[in-house]
């Protein structure tokens, strides 16, 4: 698919997302309409089964393009800003898996993308954070709402009211990093975690993560109700059948045999 500030491919059940505005990928409106027509090319890409968003040079997304946003009126923001929601929600609402690869500079909207994907992978030299108050905003793309629910809303309000950036170390330490690995391990490091996941049951990785978004906003007995309907539902398919007798022989299943 052609896009002018995105490189979008597939390999082996992965698709690659690739944020390409240098030198400091800059999300315009432009760039994050493209972000949002990417995730819907992926979404109807059946043999995508895990997303990875990643980039190159000096930043993974080093935040708005402020020279855009000076020219903003009230409402332009607030269409910015919506944009922005819309596209971020699709990351977390995509059935697949997504990483974030991060590289570099990963500030305000960078951070808010990474935040919105379900794992996130940090190289050594990272900094991240929200910064936005240092220019007299908020953030505008879910950071209030995303980070404290996945750091808590005591050190979410710290890094948002500071506007500091944080180190890839502190990061993992508050829980905003799964993992982290030297920068030029990275996307090798993301390729192994990506092909893992990409090997298992398809339907199964769908289910799980729909679950756990779920249960996120709702009460316990909710969430675990939700998991019991999700258990059944793979058996509707062939599967868990490929996944259990492939155990017992001591086999790799073969989950494309399912569809046949």
């Given amino acids: 698919m052609d896009f002018k500030y995105m490189n979008a491919r597939k390999e082996d059940g992965v698709g690659w997302l690739k944020i390409d505005r240098p030198p400091m990928n800059a999300l315009s409106t432009e760039v994050v309409l493209e972000l949002e027509r990417a995730l819907d090319w992926f979404a109807h890409e059946d043999d995508v089964m895990v997303v990875v968003i990643y980039a190159e040079g000096k930043a993974f997304v080093a935040g708005a393009d402020i020279?855009?946003?000076?020219?903003?009126?009230?409402?332009?923001?607030?269409?910015?800003?919506?944009?922005?929601?819309?596209?971020?929600a699709k990351i977390a609402a995509l059935e697949k898996p997504v990483i974030a690869a991060v590289n570099g500079y990963a500030l305000g909207g960078g951070c808010e993308i990474a935040i919105a994907c379900d794992i996130r992978v940090l190289a050594d030299t990272v900094k991240i954070g929200q910064p936005e108050v240092n220019l007299g905003l908020i953030p505008g793309f879910g950071g209030t709402q995303r980070l404290a629910r996945l750091v808590g809303p005591g050190i979410a309000k710290e890094l948002i009211f500071t506007g500091e950036a944080i180190d890839a170390a502190e990061a993992l330490r508050i829980g905003l990093a799964n993992k982290v690995v030297p920068a030029g391990e990275l996307m090798a490091a993301v390729a192994e975690m990506a092909k893992k996941i990409a090997a298992k049951g398809p339907t199964a990785v769908k289910l799980a993560k729909a679950c756990i978004n779920l249960g996120q906003d709702t009460d316990l007995a909710t969430g675990n109700s939700y998991e019991v309907e999700a258990f059944g539902v793979c058996f509707s398919t062939n599967e868990p059948a490929i996944g259990t007798k492939a155990f017992l022989a001591k086999q790799k299943p073969d989950w494309k045999s399912a569809k046949e």
Avoid at 76 to 86: D, L, S, T, V, Y
């Fill in 67 to 88: 020279a855009e946003m000076t020219r903003f009126t009230s409402m332009q923001a607030r269409e910015f800003a919506r944009n922005g929601h819309r596209a971020l």
